[in-house]
């Protein structure tokens, strides 16, 4: 069940529990509205529930998963199929470090070209093709095929940067190393790795592999968006051997709130025994991105819908645990490029009914003849807070007072009411 709210919008969080039961088919949602004399309106919306995950096929390269000198000078295609998957779609192939977009085609086919010149640069050596692609209900699979570049090409490689080639808003203030391999450089062949227009000194050892070390002053100097890294060297025989490398630079600002609790920040009794929906929004974060909350000891977690915002419904069992009293509750989120941000927003619980007391009636809870006559003083104190209001009654009318900050309130019953006792 929902609320409607004052706009005639509503919402409700359907558990995980109860989706994950939900097989792979159409159905129908049904939404009945009630108004409060009894009037009743539906509707119905369709839902379809895909959880397959698409599927990526990489044909034999070169026909043997071997690329040989010629076949090196000739260029590649690179090929395969997809399933689960929808003409149109984008499949992106990544091959050392060298990144190809295909769509898609009507018979689920795609293929792109890779140029000899990159081939080339790869040199010899084992290297994985692995192929992604997305379908239109934004599920997502990959595939990957080994092969082997065999045409006795000295050659160099760039490992992944930052673990994801993406630098994030952390690891753009810290120092970085790029690493990576080469395949027929002498061991202590110098290379040069340029970087936003600065050079830096890298050799290779024994092993191939090879290194630079990047300050933290030149890395947050590198500007959001793709940045090349591109390096370079000499084989045995005088020729120039590079290649280039590109990360993504990501310094999108997160942030995430949270909305009122309860609409008032305070939990009342009722409050505490009905779930609780807590919600609110975020900016730079994509859909499906994990929220974690921190409500009273306990850890929940959301996800992020396609607007940017987050709901959660704390059951009232967990509610049922909360003191009287003031807390707040913590969430937490990252986006898919490590950039994260923190909210906490303080609520008040206040589960226990104020308790209202009536001091002594004109002294001795009696009306003589003369005060009869007069106005009449009613006063006490309560338990609530400064501002309450309690309500009096006295012979079928109501009489109002403000509690003081000091928990006392008083009222004046007019004479005119007074004599009609």
Excluded: C, F, M
Excluded at 4 to 25: E, F, I, M, N, R
Excluded at 284 to 293: C, F, H, I, P, R
Excluded at 296 to 302: A, R, S
Excluded at 319 to 345: E, F, I, P, Y
């Amino acid at each position: 069940t929902a609320t409607t709210a004052a706009d005639g919008s509503w919402s409700l969080t359907v558990p995980a529990a109860d989706l994950a039961g939900l097989g792979q088919a159409n159905y129908t949602l049904s939404a009945t509205a009630t108004n409060g004399v009894g009037n009743s309106v539906s509707n119905t919306a369709n839902l379809l529930v895909d959880t397959a995950l698409p599927t990526v096929t990489i044909n034999t390269v070169a026909g043997d998963n071997v690329i040989n000198a010629a076949e090196v000078a000739a260029g590649q295609t690179l090929s395969g199929t997809v399933a689960n998957a929808e003409a149109g779609n984008t499949v992106t192939i990544t091959l050392g470090g060298n990144t190809y977009t295909a769509t898609v085609q009507n018979d689920l086919s795609w293929s792109v070209n890779v140029p000899s010149d990159v081939l080339t640069a790869l040199g010899n050596g084992s290297l994985s093709v692995t192929a992604t692609v997305t379908n239109g209900h934004g599920n997502t699979g990959s595939g990957e095929r080994e092969i082997v570049i065999d045409a006795n090409l000295p050659g160099l490689r760039v490992d992944t940067v930052a673990g994801d080639d993406v630098v994030n808003s952390i690891e753009h203030a810290q120092n970085l190393i790029v690493t990576g391999s080469s395949d027929g450089l002498a061991a202590g062949t110098a290379l040069t790795v340029t970087v936003n227009g600065k050079d830096y000194a890298a050799t290779v050892l024994a092993d191939g592999t090879w290194s630079a070390a990047i300050p933290s002053a030149d890395v947050s100097a590198w500007p959001e968006g793709s940045v090349k890294i591109s390096v370079t060297g000499d084989s045995a025989a005088g020729n120039t051997i590079s290649i280039s490398h590109d990360v993504t630079v990501d310094l999108a600002t997160v942030a995430i709130s949270i909305n009122a609790i309860a609409t008032d920040d305070v939990i009342n009794a009722a409050e505490k025994g009905a779930d609780l929906v807590l919600s609110g929004a975020t900016t730079n974060v994509e859909a499906g991105q994990t929220v974690t909350l921190s409500l009273n000891g306990k850890i929940y977690t959301t996800t992020v819908d396609d607007s940017g915002n987050w709901t959660y419904t704390v059951p009232s069992a967990d509610l049922a645990h909360l003191k009287d009293g003031d807390a707040s509750v913590q969430v937490s989120v990252t986006n898919v490029n490590g950039n994260s941000a923190s909210a906490g927003r303080e609520y008040s619980v206040d589960a226990t009914a104020p308790s209202v007391t009536i001091n002594t009636i004109a002294g001795d809870d009696i009306l003589n003849a003369a005060e009869a006559k007069s106005d009449l003083t009613v006063s006490g104190t309560s338990t609530a807070e400064a501002g309450q209001t309690v309500t009096v009654s006295l012979n079928g009318k109501d009489y109002t007072a403000t509690v003081s900050a000091d928990g006392s309130w008083t009222l004046n019953v007019p004479a005119a009411d007074v004599a009609a006792l």
